[in-house]
């Protein structure tokens, strides 16, 4: 009779020590993998608006008339500088990263501009010679960037175009002559600059961009005598600085579903 109530007493014992147990693991804590940390990606199209200054590289100058058989109509040339000018305006492109560190993707920018130049002639003071730079530009241009967390800096390159005001004139009575035209012209677009995203669809921007329309402009106009005239005019490359915001958009979430890539 002894032994059979030690053997229950061992049981019970037994029967405790095991549901103490469980009741131990029930309440161990219980570790979960973390969760990935999240990497920002430059992947998409853009849109934003920028703001800055601009200003000529290098003095304009304009020729002294010349008459068809060659004669000049007066000592010259003039030359003078475009001054200084407030640009802004607006960007689209798109990037793709196409590495953890390397960015590609392409740039439009379209602005205003207003750079304008002057200067008389030393020989005739009433008559002055033009270059200016006045209304909208644009540029296209490739970017290459370097990128580490959410800073990048980028080179860019490309074509650009603006609107130019050139030649010469004279309004005084008796020596009157005008060879002003305005004319679009072709160039290139040579820059870099850096990007911070500072939300997951924001990012701001500080870039220098240089606008080379270096080259020489013949106009033709007429003179008080109706004789044929012209001047050449020597444009100048333009300097641009400025700031600006992007927004980052998937252009693919304007499609159907059914349309979509992936």
């Known amino acids: 009779m002894r032994k059979i109530a030690l053997l229950v007493l061992a049981t019970v014992g037994l029967g405790l020590s095991q549901a103490a147990s469980a009741a131990d693991l029930g309440t161990a804590p219980l570790y ?5 940390i999240e990497t920002f990606s430059w992947t998409g199209a853009y849109i934003g608006g920028f703001v800055g200054g601009a200003f ?3 003095d304009a100058s304009t020729t002294n008339p010349i008459t068809l058989a060659g004669a000049p109509v007066f000592a010259g040339p003039t030359t003078y500088g475009l001054g200084s000018s407030v640009i802004a305006g607006y960007t689209d492109g798109y990037n793709w990263q196409v590495s953890p560190n390397w960015v590609v993707g392409y740039e439009s920018e379209t602005g205003y501009i207003n750079l304008k130049g002057a200067g008389s002639y030393a020989a005739q003071p009433t008559a002055t010679g033009i270059a200016e730079a006045s209304g909208t530009y644009s540029a296209w241009t490739g970017r290459l960037g370097y990128t580490w967390d959410r800073s ?9 175009l603006a609107r130019f005001d050139v030649g010469g004139f004279d309004p005084t009575l008796g020596t009157h002559f005008d060879t002003r035209h305005h004319r679009y012209e072709w160039g290139y677009a040579v ?3 850096w990007e911070y995203a500072f939300a997951p669809k924001w990012t701001i921007k500080a870039e220098y961009l240089y606008l080379g329309f270096e080259r020489d402009r013949t106009t033709f106009g007429a003179s008080n005598s109706v ?13 641009t600085a400025k700031v600006g915001i992007n927004y980052k958009w998937d252009w693919m979430t304007l499609l159907p579903a059914q349309l979509r890539p992936f």
């Open 32 to 36: 979960r993998k973390a969760p990935p």
């Open 56 to 58: 000529g590289a290098s």
């Open 152 to 160: 990048m800096i980028y080179a860019k390159g490309g074509v650009a």
């Open 191 to 193: 820059g870099g600059g």
């Open 227 to 239: 004789t044929e005239i012209s001047t050449v005019t020597h444009i100048p490359g333009i300097h």
